[in-house]
């Protein structure tokens, strides 16, 4: 039996993420039968804007060490075949995912210094072999967006369409729906005082939860949520090759795992998360980067 766990930052992705990606994948890989475990979920690293010049934060550190954790040792002495970490950009940081993967790594080779030279170089084997690290921009509710299924489940009534500025790619995630953009004008208001970047009109989950108080539906992540992302149609969310890159990098990672094509087909991945094949694999940390 071969094994993938991911670890992740919010309880709708700890309830439903493992359940919507394995509908894409085979069961066996190599004639072994494929588990996705229940996935672990640790504190977001994100919901700070990162500075280049700054050292990783705590829960960017505790993120690496549940990696380094599931990979070498495992639930029950039995280490994974597989560790994805996975995170949002949330919305200070966005155009700048390249300096969170900055920071995953800096925090990668802080923790791999604390060992000795022996035990630095197995887990270098480890970390490239097996596990990668992800991001969803900027937040898991922005996928939901790619499928008219996804959101009718999560609670938004027949009739109301969402109304996006770039329709296509949800990782752009903006809205320009006249009757959200007031509310938005005096969050952005009050929020920027003390948090410059933020913009309430690129914050999905809300612009979720405003949708579907039309219908009367209190969105709840933890059962709406759930169950919009079991059902999600991965496949319906790129509309075009250029779009949503972070999460065709996800899934270029795992489909390469596996020895299989892309189930969302062809398109650019993002080079800070998936690098070309051309890459050598044997200088990157992860599998990925």
């Not at 705590?58 to 994805?84: F, S």
């Not at 950009?89 to 300096?99: D, M, P, R």
Request: hydrophobic content about 35%; proline content about 7%; charged content about 25%.
């Amino acid at each position: 039996m071969a094994q993938i766990k991911l670890i992740v930052t919010g309880d709708m992705e700890k309830l439903a993420l493992h359940k919507s990606l394995q509908r894409f994948f085979p069961t066996e890989r190599d004639g072994i039968n494929v588990i996705w475990d229940q996935p672990r979920k640790t504190q977001c690293a994100t919901s700070h804007k990162l500075s280049p010049d700054r050292a990783p934060s705590g829960p960017m550190k505790e993120l690496v060490k549940a990696m380094i954790a599931e990979a070498g040792i495992g639930k029950k002495g039995e280490p994974a075949d597989l560790v994805v970490v996975i995170d949002d950009v949330e919305l200070g940081n966005l155009g700048q995912e390249n300096v969170i993967a900055a920071h995953f790594q800096k925090a990668v080779r802080q923790e791999l210094n604390k060992y000795n030279t022996k035990t630095i170089q197995r887990y270098q084997r480890i970390l490239r072999q097996k596990c990668s690290f992800h991001l969803l921009k900027p937040m898991i509710e922005s996928y939901l967006f790619g499928d008219t299924n996804a959101l009718r489940v999560a609670g938004i009534p027949t009739g109301e369409t969402p109304q996006l500025v770039h329709p296509t790619d949800v990782e752009q995630f903006e809205t320009n729906d006249p009757a959200w953009l007031p509310r938005c004008l005096r969050e952005n208001a009050k929020r920027q005082q003390s948090e410059p970047w933020w913009h309430h009109e690129c914050h999905p989950k809300h612009y979720l939860e405003h949708l579907t108080e039309r219908g009367q539906v209190f969105y709840d992540e933890t059962t709406y949520g759930k169950k919009a992302l079991e059902k999600l149609t991965w496949r319906s969310v790129p509309k075009c090759l250029d779009d949503t890159p972070l999460i065709r990098s996800l899934f270029e990672d795992i489909a390469d795992w596996f020895g299989i094509q892309n189930p969302l087909g062809k398109g650019e991945t993002h080079p800070n998360f998936y690098p070309p094949k051309s890459v050598n694999r044997a200088n990157l940390i992860l599998r990925n980067m």
